[in-house]
């Protein structure tokens, strides 16, 4: 096995002194050496159990044979293309031969090189610590994932054709609902790695987590002070914890390429459609040229000066509060997404080639299955920054306190409407309606008209939102237990989420609704539940975070609610095992044979005929010795029948004299 050796397991473990690294006892197995770059992933009390490698050559016969028999596939077919172009243009077959076969050479190239180079300077390894399982891979950048201890249910391991000829296997984690699936292919001795994922799933399974893990907030980010618009937008009762913001250059460089290809894909529909157009009304190739040019740099001016304006003019800054993970975003306009802490399972990043030369990356949050998630791309020290939520996500500021329902102030700073007869007639006569808002239709035609106009929308948008202008009729609405959309002028259609079934409110804000003061509000509901959308309403970040409010605030209520529940069902059982406890015990600590009452449980003492203890070797009032009872239990009481032994004078645990019956 290529760059693979062997660590040898103790009973005790065996410690690496110089890294800090412990390798308890699981199931032996052929094990290597982390790298420093995996080290340097690993949280500060996190301990790294086992590393493993995957075979090396057994991949790259795997992975490149569907690669590269793809690769010539699609290159013999732009050959041909190639060769016919260029036979028919330069009336040259050796010339159209050459193309062709550079063309296809070109193709594997480009498809082909990934599992070679993979092969030749990749670094893959799977490692388990004392909290999750790690996949750490990379060519040109690195991707780390990793899946919590506490989500797995088992593994198990299948073996491919080639797989087979190495003696190795394919092992797959069966994750709990809500945790992400992963596999580990091409792994040395699956059966043994299969028992030793199940071996430690079931050691942190055993384990105390009482206790939360530590957290020291921001470690090893470079923090920034937050925006005002940022600042806006947090709960009266929200702490800060560090913000950061990603480098405006860097992140410039690394979406020029995506850049490119907008300019490029969008510049040929839109010049090829004007052009036509042009060409088809005047007949004249001249002008179509000239038509189709002018709308090459239009799309050159839109898409170049809106990545202008954002560099110079954007704020985009990274978050996260003793609530929430947040991303606000503010160019021509604002939003704010965010993922409550609750739902983050994990985080990992990838880094990708450019990424790596610029020295960031993208950090993607695991979540709950019925929570959305998040990506934080461009983020300077991506590993430092995974590692941080990670360990918020585990620490005990998730357990925080929020507003009691009763003491929320629900309305502020919102500009609430009267609702109209049709919706007071579908609210349940035992809810609150709390506020009424309806959509600024004006506002919306004129954001999806200049979308349209700079090629950030649909071009058919404002059609629709111009027969909204003129026949919609909707109402938002939200009540004690629920969120309400009551729409239609013709028709109409009631739908509602339940406040339990919120999970957070982000607003989005364009240019267009900036200048009127209103923006769109989305709710992220649970699975099962429809996800809702609050389009141009007044004051969208007051409507946002109070919607979150609520919801949070009912969670939390449910979860004390719970956590009560449980509490007094554990101290009933602890009060009901103490009386049965005190029962069952004689006023000197002796505990009685099962049904024999505690006050039987005396014998009298045989001087003074006082009441003493079945058990005791004196008398307390005389001082008079007691006949003791035997150590050997081979008779029966006659009156409880309690078990005694021959030579004892007095039962043990009812007290009557002479209990063993004369025959």
């Known amino acids: 096995m290529r760059d693979q050796q062997s660590v040898a397991f103790t009973s005790k473990g065996a ?168 596999s580990f292919p091409y792994t040395p001795a699956p059966g043994k790695f299969t028992r030793a994922v199940s071996d430690i799933a079931q050691q942190a399974g055993k384990r105390d987590t009482t206790g939360s893990q530590e ?42 390429p995506t850049l490119v290809l907008r300019f490029v894909f969008s510049g040929a529909f839109f010049g090829g459609l004007v052009g036509g157009i042009a060409f088809v009304v005047t007949g004249s190739a001249s002008i179509a040229m000239l038509v189709a040019g002018a709308a090459l740099a239009y799309v050159f001016l839109s898409v170049a000066g809106s990545a202008l304006f954002a560099f110079i003019y954007g704020t ?27 739902g983050i399972q994990d985080a990992e990043y990838s880094i990708g080639f450019l990424e790596n030369r610029l020295g960031i990356g993208t950090v993607t949050l695991d979540t709950d299955r019925s929570y ?32 009691p329902p009763g003491e929320l102030a629900v309305g502020d700073g919102i500009d609430a409407e009267s609702p109209t007869d049709e919706l007071r007639e579908n609210v349940p006569d035992d809810q609150v309606l709390h506020w009424v808002l309806t959509p600024d239709y004006r506002t919306r035609f004129l954001s999806k008209v200049v979308k349209a106009v700079t090629l950030q929308g649909s071009p058919f948008a404002p059609l629709g939102a111009a027969s909204a202008y003129f026949s919609d009729a909707t109402e938002y609405a939200l009540t004690d237990a629920q969120l309400v959309t009551y729409t239609g002028r013709f028709g109409r259609e009631f739908s509602s989420v339940p406040v339990a079934g919120i999970q957070d409110a982000e607003y989005d804000i364009d240019y267009v609704e900036s200048r009127f003061a209103v923006g769109n509000v989305t709710v992220d509901t649970d699975k099962g539940y429809e996800g809702f959308r609050l389009e141009t309403v007044a004051n969208p970040v007051a409507v946002a975070r ?70 005791s070797a004196f008398c307390p009032d005389c001082g008079a010795d007691q006949p003791q009872s035997s150590d050997e239990l081979t008779a029966t009481c006659r009156q409880c029948h309690g078990e005694v032994g021959d030579g004892d004078a007095f039962c043990r645990h009812c007290g009557v004299e002479a209990p063993i019956a004369a025959e």
């Open 15 to 182: 410690t690496d002194a110089k890294n800090k690294t412990v390798f308890p006892q699981c199931t032996p197995m052929e094990t290597v050496e982390p790298t420093q770059e995996l080290r340097e992933n690993v949280h500060d009390e996190e301990e790294i159990q086992w590393v493993v490698r995957p075979d090396a050559l057994a991949r790259l016969l795997g992975r490149s044979f569907g690669v590269i028999v793809g690769a010539v596939v699609l290159g013999v077919f732009v050959g041909g293309i190639t060769l016919g172009v260029v036979g028919a243009i330069f009336q040259s077959q050796s010339l159209g031969l050459a193309a062709a076969g550079g063309a296809v050479l070109l193709i594997v190239a480009l498809l082909g090189h990934r599992p070679l180079l993979r092969y030749l300077i990749g670094t893959t390894e799977y490692a388990a610590t004392d909290r999750r399982l790690i996949k750490y891979d990379g060519i040109y950048g690195r991707t780390l994932t990793s899946v919590p201890l506490e989500g797995v249910q088992d593994a198990e391991y299948s073996i491919g054709s080639i797989e087979k000829l190495f003696d190795l296997g394919t092992v797959n984690i069966d994750t709990d609902r809500g945790y992400e699936e992963t």
């Open 215 to 256: 957290y020291t907030p921001g470690s090893g980010l470079s923090t920034t002070e937050p925006v005002a618009g940022l600042e806006t937008n947090l709960f009266p009762d929200e702490e800060l914890l560090w913000v950061i913001k990603p480098d405006k250059t860097t992140r410039l460089l690394a979406r020029l």
């Open 316 to 342: 985009t800054q990274y978050a996260a509060t003793d609530r929430r993970v947040i991303e606000y975003d503010g160019t021509l306009g604002k939003r704010l997404s965010s993922v409550p802490l609750v």
């Open 372 to 403: 959305e998630g998040m990506a934080f791309p461009y983020v300077a020290a991506p590993a430092a920054f995974a590692r941080d939520i990670s360990q918020l996500a585990a620490s005990d500021v998730v357990s925080r306190e929020a507003t």
């Open 546 to 615: 109070e919607i979150s409010e609520v919801a949070n605030a009912a969670r939390v209520a449910e979860r004390d609610e719970a956590a009560a529940a449980v509490a007094s069902e554990a101290a009933a059982a602890a009060e009901q095992a103490e009386t049965a406890a005190a029962d069952a015990t004689t006023s000197d600590g002796v505990t009685t044979a099962e049904g024999i009452p505690t006050a039987r449980a005396r014998k009298l003492c045989v001087d003074c005929d006082s009441g003493i203890g079945s058990l």
